[in-house]
Nanobody, 121 residues
Framework: QVQLVESGGGLVQPGGSLRLSCAASGSIFSTYPMGWFRQAPGKEREFVAR????????VHADSVKGRFTISRDNAKKTVYLQMNSLKPDDTAVYYCAAASPRGWPRTYDYWGQGTQVTVSS
């Protein structure tokens, strides 16, 4: 079982920055991805980025490429999402997710509770 707890959300002005954290506990599957997703009101959940614990290999959605960076600290079992040059369209609840052999690549099996990010002046 994997437990995920996100933190770091908040209110920020356009052009500002935030760093989200996702602390994992339990059995981590090091060769499977950890991902960040977001969901804005009235919209479907959207993939943001993912990273492999063991290799650090990462993928970012086109909508955030060049502005957001996913990273991980294996010793702390924590995944980060550094968000720069934030736009109002980035406003959403951001979720951390963990894949496992059970569901990957169809789905991520474990999800955090989400953290709200609001970009507004």
């Amino acid at each position: 079982q994997v437990q995920l707890v996100e933190s770091g959300g908040g209110l920020v002005q356009p052009g500002g920055s935030l760093r989200l954290s996702c602390a994992a506990s339990g059995s981590i599957f090091s060769t499977y991805p950890m991902g960040w997703f977001r969901q804005a009101p009235g919209k479907e959940r959207e993939f943001v980025a993912r990273i492999i614990w063991s290799s650090g290999s990462s993928v970012h959605a086109d909508s955030v490429k060049g502005r957001f960076t996913i990273s991980r600290d294996n010793a702390k079992k924590t995944v980060y999402l550094q968000m720069n040059s934030l736009k109002p369209d980035d406003t959403a609840v951001y979720y951390c997710a963990a894949a496992s052999p059970r569901g990957w690549p169809r789905t991520y099996d474990y999800w955090g509770q989400g953290t709200q990010v609001t970009v507004s002046s």
